[in-house]
Nanobody
Framework: QVQLVESGGGLVQPGGSLRLSCVASGFTFENQFIHWYRQAPGKQRDWVGF???????NYVDSVKGRFTISRDNAKNTVYLQMNNLKPEDTAVYLC???????WGRGTQVTVSS
């Protein structure tokens, strides 16, 4: 069964950091692109960034320089390191694999003082 499970979300103050994890199972992880998306209440789901099988990354402009995606193929895990968090980063963060086309259920990130 193809499955992605996110974790690591929580409440953090502006300027703080969090590291999210996306653990995959049920498919050949090292061949997959892994994307991160986020969805704030009442808003559309937005793409945040991705990591390729070879480790190349790309990000939406609003998180460049603050967010970093990495992967550990031995652990079937992709990480989203988020630094200098802002209130506008508050959202449910989800990971997605391609071409396996699986979604996780998401983890809540709240940035508030």
């Amino acid at each position: 069964q193809v499955q992605l499970v996110e974790s690591g979300g929580g409440l953090v103050q502006p300027g703080g950091s969090l590291r999210l994890s996306c653990v995959a199972s049920g498919f050949t992880f090292e061949n997959q692109f892994i994307h991160w998306y986020r969805q704030a209440p009442g808003k559309q789901r937005d793409w945040v960034g991705f990591i390729s099988p070879s480790g190349n990354t790309n990000y939406v402009d609003s998180v460049k320089g603050r967010f970093t995606i990495s992967r550990d193929n031995a652990k079937n895990t992709v990480y989203l390191q988020m630094n200098n968090l802002k209130p506008e980063d508050t959202a449910v963060y989800l990971c997605k694999s391609s071409p396996a086309n699986a979604w996780g259920r998401g983890t809540q990130v709240t940035v508030s003082s």
